[in-house]
């Protein structure tokens, strides 16, 4: 049977609240084919979040509705394996029950850190390379571990991963930070990419995933953010709250102003949406973005330290790059689809961004 989470926008809701709620669900479960697995809930942000096992979604409302009223505003299926990883359980604590009705002290936000460490560069004829992705991911897990982290995913050269504490999350961040100098003294520059984006969520939003908002915009903050560890707003009055403003240098990290975050998921919504369109200009950007061309060029500039014409082009050139080792299509094929009007200069652009060219690449790392 399926598993549902569901989100409850609750003004004034208290940890009792929710206790006697879930409790309420549990008396009548078996009416509903449903069985209430556990519960979140956070007073601060007036949320409660419950986890059920359930025919469909009509189940889960008929069941809350008929125990106690509170219709859940957002209902999404989820793996109970990557809510685990994410959230650390999927059943109340043992045991069930205490004297407080159980109880849970457990808020559903998490911190979500996105690691991106490489271009898919890895040369075939250094072993170097090889030695140093062993220590770099000994190094990284050694982090992640001492500070109480979860790995959700993991591949070549990324990391999605989870954090109850804001702190711990901020902590392991410039951990990474300064081991990654040790380990990677000799390389070229374009192959040392470090890019840490830290930001906090909900698990159910109006989006489809769990965490996806947040997963989104530490996953932006890697992609465009010229920083190579980047906070985000909240992440930063959270953490200034629980270490009495303890100072963080700009050289560290860079914490993003809510204006700017929006601006960026603006941004990454439309590029996502046009990056292959070979006839898109900068006066597009503009347009959709509703600022003026200086403006836009300034904002690109101080997010990216780029020109919105060559942040788009280094965009492209890197979904190439993944397009080219997932092997989704040949050099022309892949041009064409990355928005580049020919092939010749597709990998002109390529050699000049990555020291090779698209066909030397394929040659060296994927065949």
Same mark, same amino acid.
């Given at each position: ?52 096992? !359930?025919?469909?979604? =009509?189940?889960?409302? !008929? ?17 109970? #394996? ?6 650390? /359980? ?32 890895? *040369? ?17 897990? +050694? ?6 982290? *979860? ?27 300064? #081991? ?5 003294? +000799? ?21 489809? #995933? ?31 709250? =629980? ?13 993003? +102003? ?11 919504? @439309? ?16 347009? $959709?973005?509703?600022?003026? /061309? ?15 014409? !060559?942040?788009? /082009?280094? @965009? ?18 892949? !041009? ?16 000049? +961004? ?10 060296? $790392?994927?065949?």
């Amino acid at each position: 049977m399926p598993i549902f989470m569901d989100r409850h926008n609750l003004p004034g809701v208290t940890l009792q609240d929710a206790a006697d709620a879930h409790h309420k669900d549990v008396e009548l479960q078996n009416n509903h084919n449903c069985k209430a697995l556990t519960y979140w809930v956070d007073e601060e942000r007036d949320n409660a979040f419950c986890l059920i096992e !359930a025919p469909n979604k =009509e189940a889960v409302r !008929a069941l809350h509705n008929n125990a106690h009223g509170l219709i859940p505003h957002e209902i999404i299926e989820v793996d109970p #394996n990557v809510v685990n990883a994410f959230l650390g /359980r999927i059943n109340d604590p043992s045991p069930r029950l205490d004297e407080s009705l159980n109880q849970i002290f457990d808020s559903a936000y998490r911190v979500i850190m996105v690691i991106e460490s490489s271009n898919f560069l890895n *040369r075939v004829e250094s072993h170097q390379f090889t030695l140093f992705s062993q220590k770099f991911h000994n190094s990284v897990n +050694k982090s992640i571990q001492k500070f109480d982290g *979860r790995i959700v995913l993991l591949d070549n050269n990324s990391y999605l991963v989870s954090f109850d504490s804001v702190t711990n999350a901020v902590f392991c961040a410039l951990k990474i930070q300064s #081991n990654f100098k040790y380990i990677t003294p +000799k390389f070229d520059s374009y192959l040392r990419r470090l890019k840490i984006g830290l930001s906090i969520g909900a698990p159910v939003t109006s989006k489809k #995933n769990l965490f996806e908002e947040a997963i989104n915009l530490s996953t932006y903050m890697c992609e465009v953010i010229k920083e190579q560890v980047v906070l985000s707003s909240e992440i930063k009055k959270i953490y200034d709250h =629980e270490n009495h403003n303890a100072f963080l240098t700009k050289e560290e990290v860079r914490v993003l +102003k809510p204006k700017e975050e929006r601006f960026l998921f603006q941004l990454m919504e @439309f590029i996502n949406s046009r990056w292959h369109d070979h006839e898109l200009t900068v006066e597009d950007f503009s347009i $959709h973005l509703s600022y003026s /061309r200086s403006q836009v060029y300034r904002k690109f500039m101080n997010l990216t330290g780029k020109s919105p014409n !060559a942040f788009l /082009r280094d @965009f492209r050139l890197h979904r190439a790059l993944r397009l080219l080792y997932d092997q989704k299509g040949n050099i022309s094929e892949i !041009a064409f689809e990355s928005g580049f009007n020919s092939p010749a200069y597709f990998s002109k652009c390529f050699y000049e +961004k990555y020291n090779i060219l698209p066909s030397k690449y394929l040659q060296q $790392h994927v065949y």
